[in-house]
């Protein structure tokens, strides 16, 4: 197969399973979402953003390569920043208080839907154990991700109060980054997928993370829009400011 090939095959999976198609962001983008649903999305999404830095960290613990090394350590510090500025942590706690939440609560990782903890502690190991082709591989979605940026602030924006440009900072600030990271990984995967059997393993990967987010937004679903708030998890009314 070639590289074009591999690349529409990656493309492909996205089309077909990346979670901009979940109902729930499309409640939330249409401004359906009550606030409390906002907040349970705001408090679980704290999950997958807290575990990113970390697995990026398992990553870099296991090249030999420097260069590899190089590239990728700009991950940490986009989301943990430096002790004054901050990084995309400090900015999602941001948008934890615009929605009503004290940031600490968020911090706190407390209240988070025992699924969501699932999906986003699978997603770490997984780059911890897998190949190295795989565990790049498994970051790719972040080519869908602007896509889904700019339309989470266009409707955020469009249909909630609370929205404006120093809540929102994490998504715009995430269009510059997420291009680079993901341009290296791409050129990276295609570099490495030089069979077959690697392309079906780069491609089972990016399938893998389409079922890591997609499982985060079933849990918030079945929990706050149908109802069923698993014991332990984040009630309305808890962690306000
Ligand atoms: O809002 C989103 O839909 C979304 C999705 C993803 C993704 O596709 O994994 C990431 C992000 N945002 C994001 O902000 C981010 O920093 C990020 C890092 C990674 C990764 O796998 O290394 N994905 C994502």
Redesign the pocket.
């Known amino acids: 197969m070639s590289r074009e090939s591999l690349e529409t095959r990656l493309r492909a999976i996205g089309a077909e399973r ?3 198609r979940h109902p729930f962001h499309h409640r939330l983008h249409g401004g359906q979402c009550t606030p409390d649903q906002v907040r349970a999305w705001v408090i679980n ?1 704290w999950a ?2 807290a575990a ?1 830095p970390m ?2 960290a398992a990553f870099m613990s296991r090249c030999t390569d420097p260069n590899i090394r190089r590239e990728w350590r700009s ?1 940490i510090e ?2 943990d920043g430096g002790v004054t500025e901050g990084g ?1 942590l400090r900015r999602w706690l941001k948008l934890a208080e615009a929605v009503g939440l004290d940031p600490d609560y968020v911090a706190s990782g407390a209240g988070i839907l025992p699924a969501t903890r699932f999906a986003v502690e699978a ?1 770490v190991h997984y780059v911890r154990e897998q190949p190295l082709l795989q565990a790049v591989a ?2 790719l ?2 080519l ?2 602007p896509k ?2 700019e339309n ?1 602030i266009e409707g955020l924006l469009k249909h909630y109060d609370f929205a404006n440009d120093s809540s929102l900072s ?2 715009r600030k ?1 269009l510059t ?2 291009p680079k ?1 993901v341009a290296y990984g791409l050129k990276w995967v295609l570099d490495h997928a030089d069979t077959p059997e690697k392309e079906d393993m780069a491609c089972a990967a990016l399938v893998f ?1 389409t079922d890591v ?1 997609w499982a985060q937004l079933d849990a918030l679903w079945g929990a706050y829009v149908d109802g069923h708030v698993p014991p332990g998890a984040w009630r309305p009314g808890e962690g306000m400011a």
């Open positions: 990346y979670h901009d999404r997958y953003q990113i697995k990026d991950r986009d989301h995309g997603y498994s970051s979605t972040e869908f991700a889904i940026h989470r994490y998504f995430r980054e997420a990271d993370k987010l």
